[in-house]
């Protein structure tokens, strides 16, 4: 069965730095593309970072650029979210994608995607 499994989340303060793993089992990085996306409280879903199947295409949302790495350990089949500077306003449920299609790109939109996580909360607060 496949699986997409978040972690990571946590209370940080405004300034400080997160970095969330995504797991996933039973289907190969080598062929989906991997997406975070993050929901607020009464807001849209929003890609935040992806990368393709063969690793060397990357995309990021406006959200978090500039303050956000994606990165992936292929022999323990997880992708790294590596975000810095956060405010309240990145208070999210964040969640990990898969996709399918080319291995040469990926999406940042959620309709694009076949496997979800159950998302990790990040609250960013005094």
């Known amino acids: 069965q496949v699986e997409v499994v978040e972690s990571g989340g946590d209370l940080v303060q405004p300034g400080g730095s997160l970095r969330l793993s995504c797991v996933v089992s039973k289907f190969s990085l080598d062929y989906n593309g991997i997406t975070w996306f993050r929901q607020a409280p009464g807001k849209e879903r929003d890609g935040v970072a992806c990368?393709?199947?063969?690793?060397?295409?990357?995309n990021y949302g406006d959200s978090l650029k500039g303050r956000s790495a994606i990165s992936r350990d292929m022999a323990k089949s997880t992708v790294h979210l590596q975000m810095n500077n956060l405010s309240p306003q990145d208070s999210a449920v964040y969640y990990c994608?898969?996709?399918?299609?080319?291995?040469?790109?990926?999406?940042?939109?959620?309709?694009?995607?076949?496997?979800w996580g159950k998302g990790t909360a990040v609250t960013v607060s005094t």
């Open positions: 994608a898969a996709s399918g299609g080319s291995r040469f790109s990926c999406s940042l939109n959620s309709k694009d995607m076949t496997y």
């Open positions: 990368v393709s199947a063969s690793g060397d295409f990357i």
